[in-house]
């Protein structure tokens, strides 16, 4: 079967398939994780089957629950990750996540140009307005998600014009005049706003590939507004096909109506798969991956994520609409929080089936299970139903779950003319088809 628009997929570097207990399988390995050239054997490995990019979520704080019986080596920082990355590979693209609330635009935008020179155009933005971390920037508590998405703007606004205040045309490098660089095509950008004044130029010139594609991740409204009005990409929590159909639906339409084509914006949620040879194989891992946490503290998560408290009731006792709290009340991501207020009132479902739900558990990624023909029909399904343009791999369970994806469905996903069998271009610009 041939489609008119082959997938865009990424591969998350952030050791999903060590989460909960997997690090602690005999067969894990848990201990390369601290060493950079684990990253670059994965990438090549991503590389080979001609992958659009490597991807990296980032936060910007550590909690003591994050660190004990979770593995870790930290959270070193992504862009110095893929600096790494970049010269050990030559095509893939570079998708590093930075927060707009926590940094100034300057070094953002220095750091990235710089990770464009080095990998000669394939570094990407994910930009995040952050969740947590206030405390580590002299800024706590957290903003609210109002006062962040205004910032991320702005700050988007700085980067980008940073980034064009140092065009590449006005390096000149004509040794007979001695002229290096058109001084008159490099011009400050006297930016004065609400959150940042910058004067530039910026200190490094723009890379001739082009400017550096933009992902974003946080669905709520405003963050939708934000994201259809810059975003090449979005990273997108996704559980199930009809929060995709509509989110995919809605962001083209937003995107459409600030004058963008909508195919120029593409959906992309994390799918946590756990493959193994056999299906009852593949659910062992992942029954396996979230043993470790116990009714407490997925009440507790749940607290976080919902605001709400159901430690007094029963485990089989029903979940209902009236029983949720106030919508307007804060909470660390509504985009998290919505998915599972709609699902609630939708399956009233016992508390243990809530207590179930990835957005409690986990991410609220898409999680599919199973066979290589189980997850392939699974990804085929909502591309066929309009969810997704593709998606970032997050492998879950074990590094053989990834190996599986990278040897067997990756090669079903190409015969079925559903992805790439050679790179036709070299930047992320070019895999993305950003014209
Ligand atoms: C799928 C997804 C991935 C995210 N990844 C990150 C991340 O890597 N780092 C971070 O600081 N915040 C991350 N966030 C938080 C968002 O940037 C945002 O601050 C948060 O979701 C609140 O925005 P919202 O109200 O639109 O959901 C993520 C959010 C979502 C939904």
Not at 134 to 156: G, H, I, L, Q, V
Not at 263 to 289: M, Q
Not at 335 to 349: G, S
Not at 387 to 407: H, N, T, V, Y
């Amino acid at each position: 079967m041939k489609v008119d628009r082959q997938l865009c997929i990424g591969l998350s570097l952030n050791k999903t398939w060590m989460k909960g207990n997997s690090w602690r399988r005999p067969d894990s390995e848990v201990e390369k994780m601290g060493s950079i050239k684990y990253y670059i054997e994965l990438a090549k490995m991503a590389e080979k089957s001609k992958l659009d990019f490597l991807f990296m979520a980032d936060y910007l704080y550590v909690s003591s629950q994050m660190i004990g019986d979770s593995a870790s080596f930290g959270s070193p920082d992504p862009t110095m990750i893929f600096a790494a990355i970049a010269g050990a590979t030559e095509r893939i693209g570079l998708v590093t996540t930075i927060s707009t609330t926590f940094n100034p635009p300057y070094v953002v935008a220095r750091q990235l140009q710089s990770l464009h020179w080095l990998s000669n155009g394939r570094a990407g933005w994910n930009i995040v307005t952050s969740i947590e971390g206030a405390e580590n920037f002299s800024d706590s508590p957290m903003p609210s998600p109002e006062e962040r998405y205004a910032k991320a703007m702005e700050f988007t606004d700085v980067v980008r014009k940073l980034w064009e205040s140092f065009p590449n045309e006005a390096i000149v490098i004509d040794r007979e005049s001695g002229i290096f660089a058109d001084k008159d095509k490099v011009t400050a950008i006297h930016h004065s706003g609400e959150y940042f004044s910058v004067k530039g130029p910026l200190s490094i010139p723009s890379h001739s590939s082009g400017p550096i594609p933009l992902f974003q991740a946080g669905a709520s409204d405003v963050g939708r507004n934000f994201a259809s009005s810059v975003a090449d990409a979005i990273f997108a929590a996704m559980p199930d096909m009809e929060s995709g159909v509509e989110l995919r639906n809605d962001l083209r339409r937003r995107a459409a109506e600030q004058g963008r084509d909508p195919n120029t914006i593409r959906v992309l949620p994390g799918l946590y798969f756990f493959l193994a040879d056999t299906r009852e194989e593949a659910l062992e891992l992942h029954k396996a991956a979230h043993a470790h946490l116990s009714t407490e503290r997925r009440l507790s998560s749940l607290i976080s994520v919902l605001g709400l408290d159901l430690s007094g009731f029963s485990l089989d006792q029903r979940v209902t609409a009236d029983m949720l709290p106030d919508s307007n009340q804060p909470v660390r991501s509504r985009t998290h929080a919505e998915l599972l207020r709609r699902y609630i009132t939708k399956a009233q479902p016992t508390v243990k089936e809530v207590l179930a739900r990835p957005e409690v558990v986990g991410s609220a990624h898409w999680v599919s299970v199973g066979t290589v023909e189980d997850v392939l029909n699974d990804i085929m399904e909502r591309h066929k139903a309009g969810a997704i343009d593709g998606f970032i791999a997050l492998p879950g369970g074990s590094e053989k779950s990834m190996e599986i994806f990278f040897e067997k469905l990756m090669p079903e996903l190409v015969e079925r003319g559903l992805f790439r069998s050679e790179y036709s271009g070299s930047t992320l610009r070019e895999h993305l088809e950003i014209t």
